[in-house]
T-cell receptor, first 115, second 115 residues
Framework: GAGVSQSPSNKVTEKGKDVELRCDPI?????LYWYRQSLGQGLEFLIY????????KSGLPSDRFSAERTGGSVSTLTIQRTQQEDSAVYLC?????????????FGPGTRLTVL | AQKITQTQPGMFVQEKEAVTLDCTYD???????LFWYKQPSSGEMIFLIY??????QNATEGRYSLNFQKARKSANLVISASQLGDSAMYFC????????????FGKGTTLSVSS
């Protein structure tokens, strides 16, 4: 079946503009995660959605970052008033449930460059 | 304190040799899972292997095995019979049951396999 998809694959924007990044999880996966990977670094957790529960926003670095998940499926990560330090690859992942053992399947990522 | 520590920024190995990538972790949660992911230069995150904290035996998946030493809090990845295609960044990650289901990643180890 189809994996996790993300769009756009690349986004170049000017400092101060807003951007929206999209994630389509694997069908049937109830858990969805957003991570950020800066150049040469490991992944940093941003936000987590599980079904209809309130999202875990504990990883969002500032109030310029927000995310929503509509209908328990597609998710959009929005970054307002982008800054150069927001430049990174934003990765989305989904898993079947929230259990410790559940493997997270990652999308190809969106490479964001803020000029 | 870092939750996941990967002390080897880079490792070099010749084809057909075995290589061990180190990972130590820190948690007080008795229930947790440990994961290894591979990230080739193309950027996708590929799940390799999983070890649960209550698993009695070390996990194995083909040429990958996880040397799980619970008392030492280490979860080293062993790749047997290295192949050129194994050249990539390797990330160790942990999920704690009580803290939620986001993965906590180490900073990664770059593996280079030469012929």
């Amino acid at each position: 079946g189809a994996g996790v998809s993300q769009s756009p694959s690349n986004k170049v924007t000017e400092k101060g503009k807003d951007v929206e990044l999209r994630c389509d999880p694997i069908s049937g996966h109830t858990a969805l995660y957003w991570y950020r990977q800066s150049l040469g670094q490991g992944l940093e957790f941003l936000i987590y959605f599980q079904g209809n529960s309130a999202p875990d926003k504990s990883g969002l670095p500032s109030d310029r970052f927000s995310a929503e998940r509509t209908g328990g499926s597609v998710s959009t990560l929005t970054i307002q008033r982008t800054q150069q330090e927001d430049s990174a690859v934003y990765l989305c992942a989904s898993s079947l449930t929230r259990g410790v053992q559940n493997e997270q399947f990652f999308g190809p990522g969106t490479r964001l460059t803020v000029l | 304190a870092q939750k996941i520590t990967q002390t080897q920024p880079g490792m070099f190995v010749q084809e057909k040799e075995a290589v061990t990538l180190d990972c130590t972790y820190d948690t007080s949660d008795p229930s947790y899972g440990l994961f290894w992911y591979k990230q080739p230069s193309s950027g996708e995150m590929i799940f390799l292997i999983y070890q649960g904290s209550y698993d009695q035996q070390n996990a194995t998946e083909g040429r990958y095995s996880l040397n799980f030493q619970k008392a030492r809090k280490s979860a080293n990845l062993v790749i047997s019979a290295s192949q050129l295609g194994d050249s990539a960044m390797y990330f160790c990650a942990m999920r704690e049951n009580q803290a939620g289901t986001a993965l906590i990643f180490g900073k990664g180890t770059t593996l280079s396999v030469s012929s």
